[in-house]
């Protein structure tokens, strides 16, 4: 009788158990561009995994050649992509203490490589700065669906006027989520 309650209650308890960790593992890759007068934009670039990559080539490939061809990618936008609007697209910045609220990306591509999708866009910014400051960028999923890490190589570039000092940083930081631990991208400017 006992293991028939554990029995129930393990059932009872499994799909909360496996919607809590993360089902989808991301890549990424932060550029951003500064001049003396602004932040003008971010740029990331997400590679999913086989998994996942997998998923979205059977949905979108419509022509069935086993990749994402330019006809294809206004599809994969609007399928699995537009939706995550409502989650800032997973992208979570900081400037000088105050938080900027993502309100649309730009210029989205995807494309199929080494049997892995990649997602590229900009979120416009052109937030005026001046002196000195910081900028935080981290990208994480805050359901813990997805699980985000930094390229080992090469997870960030800034393209800058060449007066300005920039100092960046990449650590771990907790934010209180189940399952994952997100990296944030610390970047201290100073334009004289």
């Not at 971010?42 to 080539?57: A, G, K, N, P």
């Not at 938080?99 to 990649?118: D, M, P």
Request: proline share 4%; net charge positive; charged share 25%.
């Amino acid at each position: 009788m006992k293991i028939k309650y554990s029995l129930l209650l393990f059932l009872t308890l499994l799909p909360l158990s496996l919607s809590a960790h993360p089902h989808v593992f991301i890549d990424a890759r932060v550029n951003i561009a500064i001049d003396t007068m602004s932040l003008q934009y971010i740029e990331i670039e997400w590679e999913f995994d086989r998994m996942f990559s997998s998923t979205i080539i059977s949905q979108f490939d419509k022509n069935r050649n086993g990749t994402i061809d330019s006809a294809e990618i206004p599809l994969v936008k609007k399928g699995a992509f537009d939706n995550l609007r409502e989650y800032g697209y997973m992208c979570h910045v900081m400037i000088n203490g105050k938080k900027f609220r993502i309100r649309k990306v730009e210029s989205f591509s995807a494309e199929y490589r080494n049997k892995k999708i990649s997602y590229m866009f900009r979120i416009p910014v052109n937030c005026s700065i001046s002196g000195s400051g910081t900028v935080t960028i981290a990208i994480y999923d805050s359901t813990s669906f997805c699980d985000f890490q930094l390229f080992k190589t090469g997870p960030l570039s800034i393209k800058k006027d060449e007066k300005i000092l920039i100092q960046s940083q990449i650590k771990r930081v907790s934010y209180k989520l189940d399952y994952v631990t997100p990296q944030e991208i610390r970047i201290k400017y100073q334009i004289p």
